[in-house]
């Protein structure tokens, strides 16, 4: 595997993102090609990825990001990506739907400073940051469309406090195993739709919730 940026031109990535479900426009191209440089570039001093393959940082984490989108129905809507880490899904999703109002949402201060450098060398408007625990953001009266997390674990206590932080047609979209996905479609006063599977995967599925 090659870690060259140069291979993701424009068609590869229109390819390979066709793959979930995305049509990638040329702006979105570019700014995939500055935003994985610089993850790369920064992952050698903080620890945001495992992932240093470019093709597969395409595939891994912009095309399951943006999988998600087909559960966006508000483009106009307020997203909350909670434990956004490297950015991920928070800023794939902004980067396909420009009029997302996104709040990414990240405790570690190291990894708050890489997201405000992302947002300012992709020039990204109506992004904020907020550096702190989800369950310290106060979730009354939040009124997210959607609240995303990719990985983050905590089920329990993020079901609950998205219960509270979103609005009353908001949607919890969730990245997980399907094992975990079986054990939070337990959780009460929720409507759960049917798992989708993420491509390429064999065991990750998309999971995605109202609450009742």
Excluded at 85 to 98: D, E, N, Q, R, T
Excluded at 112 to 139: M, Q, W
């Amino acid at each position: 595997m090659t870690s060259d940026i140069t291979i993701l031109t424009d068609g590869v990535i229109r390819d390979e993102l066709r793959n979930y479900g995305v049509t990638a426009t040329a702006d979105v191209c570019s700014a995939i090609r500055a935003y994985i440089p610089l993850l790369l570039r920064w992952n050698r001093r903080i620890s945001l990825t495992t992932v240093t393959d470019s093709l597969q940082i395409l595939r891994f984490h912009f095309g399951e990001s943006m999988f998600a989108s087909r559960a966006i129905s508000n483009r106009n809507g307020r997203l909350a990506d909670v434990g956004s880490g490297a950015g991920f899904p928070g800023v794939p999703l902004k980067l396909l739907i420009p009029t997302l109002d996104i709040v990414l949402i990240e405790p570690s201060a190291k990894k708050a400073a890489f997201l405000a450098e992302v947002v300012r060398e992709l020039e990204l408007e109506t992004v904020e940051i907020y550096r702190g625990r989800f369950d310290s953001l106060t979730a009354a009266g939040s009124g997210f469309d959607y609240v995303t997390a990719r990985a983050l674990g905590m089920h329990k206590e993020l079901v609950e406090w998205a219960r509270a932080a979103i609005s009353v047609s908001g949607n919890l979209i969730l990245w997980l195993a399907d094992g975990d996905a079986v054990q939070v479609s337990l959780q009460k006063s929720w409507q759960w739709r049917k798992t989708l599977l993420i491509p390429g995967s064999h065991s990750r599925v998309l999971l995605v919730g109202s609450a009742t």
